[in-house]
């Protein structure tokens, strides 16, 4: 029975590396360290010695890591990244997922396959969590732009919630825009006129 | 007739300009293409982005399909350089404290004479010298290592040249982490607005004919869609033609400075691209013919020579066999694409493959396809040369 793996997780949001923690315990026994300050990234992981380090792609101290790939000397473990020597499926699907995984040269595919299955999993959901938090701050915004649209067309012209709406609805049809676009070009003419 | 959509991953820089403009000011378009283009956080990720297929071509630092050709660093698909976007544009800077330092000496920062920057440089430093560069494989790290090694600074021996993303560059130098970097614009010009540091010198100081990026794309998608390549390589060529003309960069520091590109102040911008840095507190300026190139002296080819230096370069560096390396390298930059793209267009082509670099103190008329085409300076600042011709 060989030692378990031991795992760095580069990642600066405590609850996003908890969960990775959580998914990554439940793929195995491991050995997972959590690196949140990415400020002398490449000694702390040279300190650590890990076999396998996690990073999510968006995070630019990933190049960082590129540099751990060139260690050369006898004592160095070399890390490869793991696209360079894993099936293109499950490559691609890392890559797809948003994560970068650094792997300790030598170390068996089949030891690694679990750990990268459950941080794919896990990413990808970060992923689809990320998009859909964008989404829901665009719509926040565009909802708050509507409303003082209407509010400005109900005072200048005297006229109710909904008639102002339907104002607002039926220029953008006439002119092939969003309702959105065109409460936002009212909100800045009447900020320009103000 | 509906437009072809081509997906282009890029780093938010100012050298990123050929891409951004070619699809801004049309000349995508006039291909029926679209530029699809998608910012990345990283080079790494760049080079992944491109190898599996995500974006079909990419802004590239000049180095990166070279190592991968050899083998070093995150060895994905094979890649191939069928333009250059754009000749120099690098910065070295140096912390406050260094700054100083060098003051005290006397050193006047002309920031045009790569000797007595650097020969100041190394006796200014406490102890060993540290270094951030954006990536392993970069023109930044090349020309430091050649810079230094000539200046009798033998690297990696007696310097620390490491990998720090340009966005952490203040906090790396904040923490003491590093002492100077190099790094492409407008992260120096930022350096010096919030107080970071100051500038040295440019990069063109050491190489004046420097290939910085590259426009990189898989070598089979090369194969698979050489037509709909040929359209990308006019567009770029194009765009970098208008780049080419003084009158089109303030423009071009508008268009750069847009949220969905740099996000930054365009008069940030427009110091690189006019080559007016502003390189301490007081608001120094100086001017640097040159900065940065994206048309002028066929910035735009592709030279195999080129290639090859780099090549060199690494194998030297990492151990490699050379006349392997530079066999390899070569064949990563490819003039016989470019060439063939811009066959029937006014493009005034080389006659040549590879030429020498270096040794070229002044511009100098070439043989072409049509007969005009001039060669600006190409020298190191030591006056080495290198001939692909020799050994």
């Known amino acids: ?194 | 007739m509906r437009a072809v959509t081509v997906s282009v991953g890029f780093i938010p820089l100012v050298d990123a300009a050929p891409l951004i403009v070619a699809q801004e000011m049309g000349f995508a378009a006039e291909e029926g293409i679209n530029l699809a283009l998608k910012p990345a956080p990283s080079w790494s990720s760049l080079r992944d982005m491109l190898s599996f297929g995500q974006v079909e071509a990419a802004h590239m630092l000049s180095p990166i399909p070279v190592a991968t050709a050899l083998g070093l660093g995150g060895a994905g698909a094979k890649l191939s350089a069928v333009s250059v976007l754009s000749v120099n544009g690098n910065v070295i800077g140096v912390s406050n404290a260094l700054a100083a330092r060098l003051h005290d000496q006397g050193h006047d920062f002309g920031f045009n004479d790569a000797y007595k920057a650097g020969t100041a440089l190394i006796g200014a430093a406490k102890g060993r010298l540290r270094i951030g560069v954006p990536f392993p494989f970069s023109m930044h790290a090349e020309l430091l290592y050649y810079w230094l090694s000539a200046l009798g600074l033998p690297a990696p021996q007696s310097v620390d040249i490491h990998t720090v993303p340009p966005p952490l560059m203040a906090d790396a130098m904040e923490a003491g982490d590093i002492d100077a970097f190099c790094v492409g614009e407008p992260w120096g010009s930022q350096a010096v607005d919030t107080g970071v540091g100051q500038l040295l010198l440019p990069g063109s100081a050491i190489w004046s004919c420097a290939p910085e990026k590259v426009l990189a794309v898989r070598s089979d998608w090369a194969e698979q869609e050489s037509a709909l390549m040929g359209r990308l390589i006019r567009a770029v060529w194009r765009a970098g033609r208008w780049l080419g003309e003084p009158d089109s960069r303030m423009l071009t520091s508008e268009l750069l400075s847009r949220p969905e590109y740099l996000d930054l102040p365009s008069d940030m911008l427009e110091r690189a691209l006019m080559g007016r840095l502003v390189i301490g507190p007081a608001g120094e300026e100086r001017h640097v013919d040159g900065f940065v190139e994206f048309f002028k002296g066929a910035a735009t080819f592709p030279w195999r020579s080129q290639a090859e230096w780099i090549g060199m370069q690494l194998a030297t560096r990492m151990g490699l066999d050379q006349a392997m390396a530079r066999n390899v390298a070569g064949g990563v930059f490819r003039s016989d694409i470019h060439c063939q793209a811009l066959a029937g267009t006014t493009a005034d082509l080389p006659g040549a493959s590879s030429k020498v670099e270096g040794g070229l103190e002044a511009p100098m008329a070439v043989a072409s396809e049509a007969g005009h085409l001039i060669l600006g300076q190409n020298r190191f600042f030591d006056g080495r040369v290198f001939d692909p011709k020799g050994d």
């Open chain 1, 1 to 194: 029975m060989s030692a378990p793996l031991s795992i760095i997780v580069v990642e600066t949001d405590r609850t996003r590396a908890q969960l990775i923690v959580d998914s990554l315990r439940q793929a195995g026994d491991f050995d997972i360290y959590i690196i949140a300050e990415v400020t002398g990234l490449a000694r702390q992981i040279q300190a650590r010695n890990p076999d396998i380090v996690l990073i999510d792609i968006e995070n630019p101290s990933r190049d960082t890591m590129e540099e751990l790939t060139l260690a050369s000397g006898p004592l160095d473990r070399p890390v490869a990244m793991f696209v360079d020597r894993s099936d293109e499926g499950l490559s691609a699907a890392a890559i797809e997922a948003g994560v970068s995984a650094y792997i300790v040269d030598g170390l068996h595919s089949n030891r690694v396959k679990p750990i990268l299955d459950a941080a794919i999993a896990r990413f990808r959901m970060f992923q689809r969590m990320r998009t859909e938090l964008a989404e829901t701050k665009k719509a926040l915004e565009e909802r708050k732009v509507i409303d003082r649209a209407k509010g400005m067309l109900m005072r200048a012209k005297g006229i109710g919630e909904d008639e102002a709406y339907a104002l607002l609805r039926k220029t953008a049809m006439d002119q092939g825009r969003r309702v959105a676009d065109v409460a936002q070009a009212l909100v800045t003419a009447a900020g320009l006129l103000a």
